[in-house]
Structures are given as C-alpha cells and as structure tokens.
C-alpha cells in the first residue's frame, strides 16, 4: 500500500479517554468525500507538523491526493450537522491515516475513529511522526506502546516514525 507520506496522527489535543463531546456517526467515506477529507488533512498537519516545510507540506498533499481513492477502509467522522470532522485510514488493524479538522480536535473525533477501528482488530498498529508530541501523548494515553523507530518516513524523507502497537481484546463497535 502506498504511503501517505506523513505517519497517522491523531490532534485531540486532551490526552485523556474521555466520551465524545460531539455525537458523531463513523461511515465509509464516499468519492465526493475527498475534497473535504483533504482540507481536513491540509489543516491538521498545518496544525501539527511543525517540523514539515510548506513544501514539504505541499508534496505531501499531492502524495494524499492520488492515495485516498485506492483505500480499501477509509472511514469519516460526521457530527451531529452532518459535517465531516475527521478520517481514518486502516487495513487490517494497521492505521495509514487519522486525521481530525483543527475545529473538531479536542472533541473525542479522534478517539472515536480509532475506537471503530479498535472494535475490530485485537491489535491496532500505525506510525506517528517522531516530532509530533501531541500525536504521540494521545496515543500513549489510549493505551499505545513502542514498538520500534525508524529514521526515514515511508517514502524515504527525514522524518523519523516511532511505530505504535495496542493489544486489546475486541469490543464491540462504538454506537453513534
């Protein structure tokens, strides 16, 4: 599977496991979907990935935008007005994407995204940027550990990625 060029990241900024403060339905995202999942993504690593160039940040879009029509479970967060607030990415457990809109984080978006994943698969494997706190804070308090590092990203660029594994038994999925 291609890489999306920036490891999953997750921008609640509230470390904590809280309930969702918003309620949100968790469906397959749809085609027409991908101009909005793309401003979401856009706006959380502006948000987050400090560390990346507007270059960078540019290359990487392009990378996104050609990956998000090849997933096979891509799934959007939509609140209660029926805006999309957030994505997740994820093939048999291993999370390529989490994203939430920086108007939506700090509202359970991410914790519920990774929870429908989680209610699936014993184990939940991703990537996160080394040089995202944030990201890694909130998946250590959702019960994350290390598993490994590597010094280059999945397209070979100098952003090195901690690789993060849960091992849980599995729970039935989140009701919206």
């Known amino acids: ?32 979907d991908f101009s909005r999942l793309l401003q979401i993504w856009r706006g959380a690593v502006e948000a987050s990935h ?4 507007r270059a960078d940040v540019d290359w990487y879009q392009s990378v996104v935008e050609r990956y998000l029509p090849q997933l096979n479970d891509l799934r959007v967060a939509v609140d209660q007005e ?3 607030v957030g994505f997740v990415a994820q093939d048999e457990g291993e999370i390529y ?25 014993s184990v939940v494997r991703l ?12 998946y250590r308090a959702r019960g994350f550990e290390e598993t490994g590092r590597s010094d280059l990203d999945g397209d070979r660029r100098p952003f090195p990625l901690i690789h993060l594994r849960r091992v849980t038994e599995p729970r039935p999925r989140p009701q919206p």
């Open 50 to 53: 400090t560390f990346l160039t």
């Open 1 to 32: 599977m291609p890489d999306s060029g920036v490891a999953a990241a997750q921008l609640d900024h509230v470390p904590s496991c809280d309930t969702p403060t918003v309620a949100l339905v968790v469906r397959p995202a749809r085609h027409h």
């Open 82 to 84: 029926g805006n999309l």
């Open 127 to 138: 990537d996160v940027n080394e040089q995202n706190p944030s990201a890694r804070a909130f």
């Open 97 to 121: 994407m989490l994203f939430v809109a920086p108007d939506a984080q700090g509202r359970g978006v991410g914790t519920t995204l990774l929870e429908d994943v989680g209610a699936q698969f």
